[in-house]
């Protein structure tokens, strides 16, 4: 059971807009900045999204994040085959004292 | 070229012990906390475990506070899991990862290794 909660699955067809959202609690979410990684299949993370909506170099502006009060999401507009991937909400956790991760987010483009 | 290269994983029994390396380059690797974050198979990230970037402060996830140490080598430029009292379940993918402060109290894990396998088993 992960301290931060994600859907198991999203989908979406070529060119829509799909959103993937991340829930946490005061401990976490609702005092740190929340981070956002992609992991192809067979591959290691890669950092999308810090400090809740930045994105790093590379990363095309089709990816976005925003966060409200305990909770975050991750949008991708103009979704592309190439999308088809796990996502990862993260974020420090004040009381556990360390990172925290959501379960994940198999997203599929159909 | 700056990446981060983990060795050290392998098969080892219940109760036993093993040490992954993580070599670092391209990159000031002393100006850097670091992180070990696994990923059981199938399942989703956990992180394990960090370092300050001189070495003297770590900390722990409490699933492995106690068997685990973390450490580091800043003139090899290479990060350290000890792990010790193995379990079925600390069976995972080991990815090393650089922590980059963006300023205003935000840190991500900008850099990830390959990663590498342990698996334990009788």
Same mark, same amino acid.
């Given at each position: ?9 999203? $989908? ?23 981070n956002?990684?992609?992991? @192809? ?5 890669? @950092?999308?999204?810090y400090s ?42 004040? $009381? ?15 | 070229? !700056? ?5 050290? %994983? %392998? ?11 993580? #070599? #670092?380059?391209? &990159?000031? &690797? =002393? ?17 394990? =475990?960090?370092?300050?970037? #001189? ?6 996830? *409490?699933? !492995? ?24 379940? *600390? ?11 963006? %300023? =205003?109290?935000?840190?991500a894990? *900008?850099?990830?290794?390959? %990663?590498?396998? !342990?698996?334990?088993?009788?």
């Amino acid at each position: 059971q992960s301290v931060l909660t994600q859907p198991p699955s999203a $989908s979406g067809t070529p060119g829509q807009r799909v959103t993937i959202s991340c829930s946490g609690g005061s401990s976490n979410i609702g005092s740190n900045t929340v981070n956002w990684y992609q992991q @192809l299949p067979g591959t290691a993370p890669k @950092l999308l999204i810090y400090s809740n909506n930045e994105r790093p170099s590379g990363v095309p502006d089709r990816f976005s994040g925003s966060k409200s009060g305990t909770s975050a999401s991750l949008a991708i507009s103009g979704l592309q085959s190439e999308d088809e991937a796990d996502y990862y909400c993260a974020t420090w956790d004040n $009381s556990l004292n360390g990172w925290v991760f959501g379960g994940g987010t198999k997203l599929t483009v159909l | 070229e !700056v990446q981060l290269v983990e060795s050290g %994983g %392998g098969l080892v029994q219940p109760g036993g012990s093993l040490r992954l390396s993580c #070599a #670092a380059s391209g &990159f000031t &690797f =002393s100006s850097y906390w670091m992180h070990w974050v696994r990923q059981a198979p199938g399942k989703g990230l956990v992180w394990v =475990s960090r370092v300050n970037s #001189a070495g003297g402060t770590t900390s722990y996830a *409490d699933s !492995v506070k106690g068997r685990f140490t973390i450490s580091r080598d800043n003139a090899k430029n290479t990060l350290y899991l000890q792990m010790s009292s193995l379990r079925a379940e *600390d069976t995972a993918v080991y990815y090393c990862a650089r922590s980059y402060y963006y %300023g =205003s109290e935000s840190y991500a894990f *900008d850099m990830w290794g390959q %990663g590498t396998m !342990v698996t334990v088993s009788s």
